[in-house]
């Protein structure tokens, strides 16, 4: 069967991040995919200019069209708005008990643009966060989210394990903006274990969604049923071949989109 998975996250006109790259990774993984809207932004590869953030009662009905009549497998969520909408969310969340919940806690655009207020992760903190089953944030997001400053990239399993303190039952801390090191490095915290899955960085300036990327990757993986550490793993796979064939898209003057239709492990995929 072909799994249904769900993204609730905003949209990104430019089609590299948010909605736009999550429906791309379920249809190239392999699944069915389905999408909710938060927020509507107006950007492109070199700045976000506008963000504008849906009624949260218009979103929950979304979210609860879907569910009142189609069986998801795994849903994520990816840009929240505010913490209107964090909140009902909650309550969702609490309502429906989804299969498996993944949280990308989307802070700030690749541009360097924010994306969600100080209070609106403060609200994510203590309401969304311990009910989801893993969450994928890059280094800046796990600092601002746990208070721990990283000196060197060593310490990735320390700060993985203090998001976790928040309540969540896994991290899987993404190690693009670690350090300029030589490896890209994720680190999955989960059941007091650690495993790290590292890779060869790959030398591009194409990096606009690769935190949507791999977060709505590994949506599918669970939604076909693989154990946490295995579908972690394929979703790196997955995104560091969109990463290597990236340079053959000629979208925008800024960071550009990864390539997520370059059918990596295409039978594999296919047959899972």
Request: hydrophobic letters at 45%; a negative charge.
């Given at each position: 069967?072909?799994?249904?998975?769900?993204?609730?996250?905003?949209?990104?006109?430019?089609?590299?991040?948010?909605?736009?790259?999550?429906?791309?990774?379920?249809?190239?993984?392999?699944?069915?995919?389905?999408?909710?809207?938060?927020?509507?932004?107006?950007?492109?590869?070199?700045?976000?200019?506008?963000?504008?953030?849906?009624?949260?009662?218009?979103?929950?009905?979304?979210?609860?069209?879907?569910?009142?009549?189609?069986?998801?497998?795994?849903?994520?969520?990816g840009?929240?708005?505010?913490?209107?909408?964090?909140?009902?969310?909650?309550?969702?969340?609490?309502?429906?008990?989804?299969?498996?919940?993944?949280?990308?806690?989307?802070?700030?655009?690749?541009?360097?643009?924010?994306?969600?207020?100080?209070?609106?992760?403060?609200?994510?903190?203590?309401?969304?966060?311990?009910?989801?089953d893993?969450?994928?944030?890059?280094?800046?997001?796990?600092?601002?989210?746990?208070?721990?400053?990283?000196?060197?990239?060593?310490?990735?399993?320390?700060?993985?394990?203090?998001?976790?303190?928040?309540?969540?039952?896994?991290v899987?801390?993404?190690?693009?903006?670690?350090?300029?090191?030589?490896?890209?490095?994720?680190?999955?915290?989960?059941?007091?274990?650690?495993?790290?899955?590292?890779?060869?960085?790959?030398?591009?300036?194409?990096?606009?969604?690769?935190?949507?990327?791999?977060?709505a990757?590994?949506t599918?993986?669970?939604?076909?049923?693989?154990?946490?550490?295995?579908a972690?793993?394929?979703?790196?796979?997955?995104?560091?071949?969109?990463?290597?064939?990236?340079?053959?898209?000629?979208?925008?003057?800024g960071?550009?989109?990864?390539?997520?239709?370059?059918?990596?492990?295409?039978?594999?995929?296919?047959?899972?």
């Amino acid at each position: 069967m072909i799994a249904n998975v769900l993204s609730i996250a905003g949209s990104d006109p430019s089609g590299g991040a948010g909605i736009q790259a999550d429906l791309k990774t379920f249809t190239a993984l392999g699944c069915y995919g389905m999408a909710a809207l938060t927020s509507l932004t107006v950007q492109n590869t070199l700045e976000v200019r506008e963000v504008f953030h849906l009624e949260s009662s218009f979103v929950e009905a979304q979210i609860r069209a879907i569910f009142d009549d189609i069986e998801v497998d795994a849903l994520k969520i990816g840009m929240v708005g505010n913490a209107r909408t964090i909140t009902m969310l909650a309550g969702l969340l609490e309502d429906l008990k989804p299969r498996f919940v993944v949280l990308d806690p989307v802070m700030v655009a690749t541009s360097g643009d924010p994306l969600i207020s100080g209070h609106a992760v403060d609200v994510m903190k203590d309401k969304l966060i311990p009910l989801c089953d893993v969450l994928t944030p890059n280094i800046p997001e796990a600092e601002k989210l746990s208070g721990y400053a990283l000196s060197v990239s060593e310490e990735m399993e320390v700060l993985a394990e203090k998001v976790c303190d928040l309540g969540c039952k896994a991290v899987l801390l993404k190690g693009g903006h670690a350090f300029g090191d030589s490896k890209a490095t994720d680190v999955l915290f989960t059941d007091g274990r650690v495993k790290t899955f590292s890779v060869p960085r790959i030398e591009t300036h194409n990096t606009h969604g690769t935190g949507c990327t791999l977060s709505a990757a590994l949506t599918c993986f669970i939604g076909k049923g693989f154990a946490l550490p295995e579908a972690a793993a394929k979703a790196k796979a997955y995104l560091t071949d969109a990463l290597k064939a990236s340079d053959a898209l000629n979208v925008g003057k800024g960071h550009g989109p990864v390539n997520h239709f370059q059918f990596h492990g295409r039978e594999e995929h296919e047959d899972a």
